[in-house]
């Protein structure tokens, strides 16, 4: 059974979605939800499926070794980021090389980078009157939304959207899609 740990900044919706999924009897299982706001929803989602969480601060993050040690000692597999908005630093990267995969709710590479999530980025698909937008799974690098691209899938943009309902249709992309491609990578690790 392959460990995954998932990272998330917000209320949680796509860390639930693969909780749920996983749970079902895949190869893999969700052991810890670790996240960078004390408030944030996807603590009290995590609970409710008695996965533990573990919150931590940008000092704890990027000038420590804790949360590496904390993901070695529960020997995780996969590093799921779901909804989690800061850089990962490169001692992470360097001990989970391959194993550190994103979400990214645009059709990378357009719309990626620094400040790009979210509204912001289904405002900025809009203004640039784009025929069309979606998701892009990919592994993480030392740079925001560079990574290899595992996956992607697309959704029509039509004139009468607005960034909430292109939001909706993205996330529809991301609960379809998401928790059945962090099951395949689990497989994909078997196979090397």
Known sequence: MKNVAIFASG?????????????????????????????????????????????FNRNEFHNTYNIRDLLVKNKIDLIVLAGF??????????????RIINIHPALLPKYGG??????????????????????TIHFVDEHYDEGNIIFQAKC???????????????????????????EEVLENQNNK
């Open 156 to 182: 029509k943009v039509e004139q009468k959207d607005t960034p909430e309902s292109l939001a909706e249709k993205i996330h529809a992309l991301e609960y379809k899609h998401f928790p059945r491609i962090v």
């Open 114 to 135: 620094k400040g790009m999530y979210g509204m912001i980025v289904h405002d900025t698909v809009l203004r640039n009157k784009e025929k069309e937008s979606g998701i």
């Open 11 to 55: 209320s949680g919706t796509n860390a639930q979605a693969i909780i749920k999924y996983l749970n079902k009897g895949s190869i893999g299982r969700v052991i810890y939800v670790l996240c960078n706001k004390n408030d944030a929803y996807v603590l009290e989602r995590a609970k409710k499926y008695n996965v533990p969480t573990y919150v």
């Open 85 to 98: 908005l800061w850089l990962v630093p490169q001692y992470l990267i360097s001990s989970f090389p391959d």
